[in-house]
């Protein structure tokens, strides 16, 4: 009996890891063609994007594409979700390492347009999905794309409330002012490569310090 009971945890710890293995490897499958996705709608456009085209990127068939994702609207919905993570995962360690209220302004700015610069197709694939048909039902039915202007309000008017920022402007409307300048270079980062992203995030950053610091 104890034997049995010892080849049965055997066989069960060996099907609990081939089951580890193959989701592992599923994740990395469904991670490459997302990637892969991002990239072709970048170069061709969200209209010629399709899974044979996606398929022939990546040199695999395009029922791997369909075994992964149930079609164009349910990988396009993953692209979307996967490219805010990435967002996420590059600006806010950026934010948080900053404690004062204008050091964190200045890294919001900084960090949002330098994910711009890094991840430009990133950048063209959000835009050309935006454009699409499916595009707002798309951004607006995903509950993980963050309301931007909300956030970027909460920590202006935290820093006004402890005295670090300016206190008479309004959070709100900054908040749209600044979120405003940051996705207005996307486009133009899409359009012109030589865009001087790095000349306009300087500028950017500049015109909100001297607009919520404290102080002449």
């Not at 068939?61 to 990435?86: M, N, P, T």
């Not at 202006?156 to 940051?182: C, K, N, W, Y």
């Not at 012109?192 to 995030?201: E, H, S």
Request: proline fraction near 3%; charge should be negative; hydrophobic fraction near 45%.
């Amino acid at each position: 009996m104890t034997g049995q009971l010892a080849n049965l945890l055997v066989m069960m710890s060996k099907t609990t890891a081939a089951s580890s293995e193959r989701t592992f490897i599923e994740s990395a499958r469904r991670a490459q063609i997302v990637r892969a996705a991002i990239d072709t709608i970048a170069e061709v456009g969200y209209g010629e994007a399709s899974f044979a085209r996606i398929a022939k990127r990546l040199g695999i068939s395009r029922g791997l594409i369909s075994y992964h994702f149930s079609g164009k609207d349910d990988l396009i919905k993953q692209v979307v979700h996967e490219a805010a993570e990435e967002a996420k995962a590059y600006i806010r360690p950026r934010i948080l390492a900053e404690s004062s209220g204008p050091a964190m302004l200045q890294a919001y700015i900084e960090s949002n347009l330098g994910f711009m610069r890094d991840h430009r197709n990133n950048v063209i694939a959000m835009i050309e999905i935006a454009r699409s048909g499916d595009g707002q039902r798309i951004f607006y039915g995903d509950t993980d794309v963050v309301d931007a202007v909300g956030a970027l309000e909460h920590l202006l008017s935290r820093f006004q409330t402890v005295g670090e920022l300016r206190p008479d402007f309004d959070p709100h409307a900054m908040a749209i002012a600044v979120r405003a300048a940051i996705e207005a270079a996307s486009p133009r980062l899409a359009l012109d490569p030589a865009f001087d992203i790095n000349g306009y995030t300087s500028e950017i950053a500049t015109t909100f310090h001297l607009a919520t610091r404290i102080g002449p």
